[in-house]
């Protein structure tokens, strides 16, 4: 029943709500910004890939110096382990920089150019001393101690993993 007066609560109607609005079909501008999300995750799956291939090198590299400091635990091997661990610092730099800026450095300008490739110097007087040891020594290496010899190891693991490659890697040379 209806009041006469207009303020009556009693004279209170439903709210009739609009149609839903459909999802579908799109506007145009969620359109442009699929294709644009789809072009950004594109480049950025593009970079991956070409950073992942571009460190081949690396990952073979740390397999190999992996072995080599499983070797160190063994005495038997641990003189032929330290001998390899300066001809895998060589043959990686030779894989990512011009052989002719690498092949023909040796000691304290070897030594300065692996430090120039890392943000913290890690062939240091004393790393460098050992790293020179065992690479020219002829005879046994047993008399290098075995905190000289994880020191060196830790050294080229970090060079390694961390030196900062030429700005295009060449494909395989000859080492």
């Known amino acids: 029943m209806k009041s006469p007066d207009p303020a009556s609560l009693q004279n209170l109607n439903d709210i009739v709500l609009p149609a839903q609005v459909n999802w579908w079909p799109l506007a145009t501008g969620w359109y442009f910004l699929f294709a644009l999300a789809l072009i950004v995750l594109a480049w950025f799956g593009y970079r991956s890939i070409k950073r992942w291939s571009s460190n081949r090198y690396r990952r073979a590299a740390l397999e190999a110096f992996h072995r080599l400091e499983r070797d160190m635990h063994d005495d038997a091997r641990r003189g ?4 390899q661990i300066p001809v895998l610092i060589k043959r990686t730099a030779l894989s990512v920089y011009p052989r002719k800026q690498v092949a023909s450095l040796a000691g304290a300008g070897w030594h300065q150019f692996l430090n120039s490739k890392t943000k913290k110097p890690l062939f240091t007087e004393p790393v460098a001393e050992i790293l020179d040891r065992v690479s020219y020594s002829a005879g046994d290496l047993n008399e290098i101690s075995p905190q000289a010899a994880a020191t060196l190891l830790e050294a080229t693991h970090h060079w390694l993993k961390n030196h900062r490659a030429a700005s295009r890697p060449q494909g ?4």
């Open 80 to 83: 032929d382990g330290l001998r």
């Open 172 to 175: 395989p040379r000859e080492t």
